[in-house]
C-alpha cells in the first residue's frame, strides 16, 4: 500500500512539473523585429522597432581620423495605421577616441531630453515596391541640429533625379531587396499634399543661356553663375539638380525667376567651350 501511495505522489508530482512547464512555454512570446537603415559616409542609423512596442534607435558618426560616437535611443513607440510615433526615454552614448576608436569606449546613460540628443519622433510610412520608408517632416537632423530639409525634401530630390528607389537617401528605409527592376510608378498620394509640387511628374530640360564667372572671394572660392531657361512656371524649386547628360557638370537652382533660374558650378575645370551657351541640362537623364 506505501508503495502504491509513492508511486501516485511521484505521478502528482510529474505531472505539475510537466504543466507548469506548459505554461511557462506559453507565457514566453516571440519578440519580432522591424529594422530600418540609413547609410552614409561614416555615419549610419538603424532604428528596430519591436513587436512589444519597444525601439532602439541607433546612430553613429565618425571621423576620417578614427574617432566617434555612438547614441542609442531607448523607449517605445505607437503605431497608427501609416504613423508611427517614437516616445524617447533614455540615451546610452559610447564615445571613442581616436587613438582607439573601437576599444574600451566611455559610456554615459541620460534621460532623453529636448537638447542636442533629440531625434526625429514622428514618422508616416511610405511604401514603393518592397521598400517601405519613414519619413518625418521635422526640421531635425538624425544627430539633433537644426536641418533646413525635412526627409519630405530629400526623397522628393532623389525621387527627382532618379535615384530612387534602388538609391537612397538619408532617410530611414527597409528594403526586402537590393535592386528594384521593375520600377512601377510611386503613388504620389502618400505624400502630404504640401510637399506633392515638389515631386515632378517629368523631367525638366533647360538650356543654359548665359555664363558668369565669379571670383575667388575671402566668402567664397571661384565659381561660375549659370542661367538656364527654366523657372517657376516650369516647376523649378530648389530641391533640385539640373546636369548634363554624362552628369560631368551640374548645377542646383540658387536664384529662381518665373521663367529663368540661376545656379552655382563650383567646377574647378570649368571651361565656357566645354560647357557653351545652349547645352541642355537635366533633372534627369534616360540611362
Not at 3 to 17: H, Q, R
Not at 19 to 41: C, H, I, L, P
Not at 148 to 171: C, L
Request: net charge neutral; glycine share 4%.
Amino acid at each position: 500500500m506505501k508503495k502504491i501511495f509513492l508511486i501516485l505522489i511521484v505521478l502528482i508530482a510529474c505531472s505539475c512539473s510537466e504543466r507548469k512547464k506548459n505554461q511557462t512555454k506559453k507565457s514566453v512570446k516571440t519578440v519580432d523585429t522591424t529594422f530600418y537603415k540609413a547609410d552614409g559616409f561614416n555615419m549610419r542609423l538603424k532604428l528596430a522597432l519591436l513587436s512589444n512596442d519597444q525601439f532602439i534607435f541607433e546612430t553613429s558618426l565618425f571621423s576620417c581620423f578614427g574617432g566617434g560616437e555612438i547614441r542609442k535611443f531607448y523607449g517605445t513607440y505607437l503605431k497608427n495605421k501609416d504613423e508611427i510615433k517614437l516616445k524617447p526615454e533614455n540615451v546610452e552614448i559610447e564615445i571613442y577616441p581616436e587613438d582607439s576608436p573601437m576599444a574600451n569606449p566611455t559610456i554615459e546613460n541620460l534621460k532623453y531630453g529636448p537638447d542636442s540628443l533629440r531625434i526625429k519622433t514622428e514618422f508616416k510610412i511610405v511604401n514603393w515596391n518592397k521598400n517601405k520608408y519613414l519619413l518625418s517632416n521635422e526640421y531635425i537632423s538624425f544627430f539633433g541640429f537644426q536641418d533646413e530639409n525635412t526627409d519630405y525634401d530629400q526623397f522628393a530630390y532623389h525621387y527627382n533625379i532618379g535615384s530612387e528607389p534602388n538609391d537612397n537617401g538619408w532617410y530611414l528605409v527597409n528594403k526586402k531587396a537590393e535592386r528594384d527592376t521593375t520600377k512601377s510608378k510611386f503613388d504620389l498620394n502618400q505624400i502630404p499634399s504640401k510637399y506633392r509640387e515638389q515631386f515632378l511628374k517629368n523631367p525638366i530640360v533647360a538650356k543654359i543661356t548665359n555664363i558668369e564667372n565669379v571670383p575667388e572671394t575671402v566668402y567664397e572660392g571661384e565659381h561660375w553663375l549659370i542661367t538656364i531657361d527654366k523657372g517657376k512656371v516650369d516647376g523649378v524649386n530648389k530641391n533640385l539638380v539640373f546636369q548634363t547628360e554624362n552628369m560631368d557638370m551640374f548645377i542646383e537652382p540658387d536664384t529662381i525667376f518665373e521663367n529663368t533660374t540661376i545656379g552655382k558650378s563650383y567646377l574647378y575645370n570649368f571651361k565656357k567651350e566645354k560647357y557653351p551657351v545652349g547645352t541642355i541640362l537635366k533633372t534627369k537623364w534616360d540611362n
